[in-house]
């Protein structure tokens, strides 16, 4: 989702957005402090933050050991023709593609893949390279992350 409407954001917004990224929890006094504003002021740029579209929801963040058996990868994907708004629909119903990409260059798509087992990475790679319109695919398992 894009924002909905065309705003200016300033110093303030770009510090909170950075201070959500690195903790979505952080309570309204911990940010009033960081960003040397009052509780009021950290409430309403959120709430116009989250009006315009430009922050979408807060989530949380585990360390990556914590799937310490979950397999992570990256799929770039090549599309035939103009198939690619019927491809992007096709893969959206797949719940292991945990984000979907449009790209530039020799792929069209990059879609970040996680499933619990090798097997079902198997299962999920062979289930994408059947969908109508995926002409050629490429896959990275993803080690370790610095």
């Not at 798509?109 to 999920?124: G, H, K, M, P, Y």
Request: hydrophobic letters at 40%.
């Amino acid at each position: 989702m894009h924002p909905t409407r065309p705003h200016s954001y300033d110093k303030i917004d770009r510090e909170l957005i950075a201070l959500l990224r690195n903790d979505g929890r952080a309570s309204l006094s911990k940010l009033s402090k960081q960003l040397h504003v009052s509780r009021g002021t950290v409430q309403n740029r959120l709430d116009r933050l989250q009006a315009s579209g430009v922050l979408l929801g807060f989530t949380v963040r585990v360390c990556e050991d914590y799937g310490i058996d979950t397999i992570r990868a990256i799929m770039m994907i090549e599309v035939v023709g103009k198939s690619t708004t019927q491809v992007i629909r096709s893969l959206k119903g797949f719940p292991e593609l945990i984000t979907l990409h449009s790209t530039n260059g020799a792929w069209d798509l990059l879609a970040e893949i996680q499933t619990s087992s090798l097997a079902e990475f198997d299962r999920v790679l062979n289930q994408v390279r059947m969908v109508d319109g995926v002409l050629n695919s490429e896959t990275s398992i993803l080690l370790t992350s610095a």
